[in-house]
């Protein structure tokens, strides 16, 4: 099955820097790669999410980036903001006859440094 | 829009008993799953289904089991509870089977086995 890498496991940025997340997966026929946010005690929610004939995507501070040949994506945040404190996922999924699962990272918790 | 809606919020167990952690979604989604979230492990399924009537197994299935006699309705059943089922549950639903849609998160079940 596939494997989701992630990195860093936490990373602590000053308000107003960039935070970058990276994830690597395994399996190559793997073609979509949501990220989610997830706040303390509050449910994952999506993002931003890529899919694999993209190379990168924007959402006004957030930015996903897809290198198929190397198997791995990034999230970028840029000019963080506290609110932006929370645990982030990357996941990869890919259509397959017995259903689309989803394959999660571990985590990364941001912390944003006011 | 209640979208995916998971009771209880809180469950304390003792070893050996069983429940059913209820999951409905109003979205008319066909696929659904289960994941269960543990510190530095991220989400990890447990089941899935592609539609009523059709399930399977996940990355952690053991102790568990799952039935979707509709469409909204996805519930999970812990036969005899143990410590190591201790751990925050959610249920999320997607449109697609066929894969690349995003997954819409219940708000989670945290369930402590003593």
């Known amino acids: 099955g596939e494997n989701v890498e992630q990195h860093p496991s936490t990373l602590s940025v000053q308000e107003g820097d960039s935070a970058v997340i990276k994830c690597t997966y395994s399996?190559?026929?793997?073609?979509?790669f949501p990220w989610y946010k997830q706040e303390l005690g509050k449910r994952p929610q999506l993002i931003i999410d890529i899919r694999s004939n993209v190379g990168e995507k924007k959402d006004q501070r957030i930015a996903v980036t897809l290198n198929k040949t190397a198997k791995h994506f990034s999230l970028h945040i840029t000019e963080t903001q506290p609110e932006d404190s929370a645990v982030y996922f990357c996941a990869a999924s890919r259509a397959r006859i017995a259903g689309n699962q989803f394959y999660f990272g571990t985590g990364t918790s941001l912390t944003v440094i006011p | 829009n209640a979208g995916v809606t998971q009771t209880p919020k809180f469950q304390v167990l003792k070893t050996g008993q069983s429940m059913t952690l209820q999951c409905a979604q109003d979205m008319n989604h066909e696929y659904m799953s289960w994941y269960r979230q543990d510190p530095g492990m991220g989400l990890r399924l447990i089941h899935y289904?592609?539609?009523?009537?059709?399930?399977d197994q996940g990355e952690v299935p053991n102790g568990y089991n799952v039935s979707r006699s509709t469409t909204e309705d996805f519930p999970l059943r812990l036969l005899s509870a143990a410590p190591s089922q201790t751990s925050v549950y959610f249920c999320a639903s997607s449109l697609n089977p066929s894969g690349g849609t995003e997954a819409f998160f219940g708000q989670g079940t945290r369930l402590t086995v003593v």
């Open positions: 289904s592609v539609g009523a009537g059709i399930t």
């Open positions: 399996d190559s026929a793997s073609n979509y």
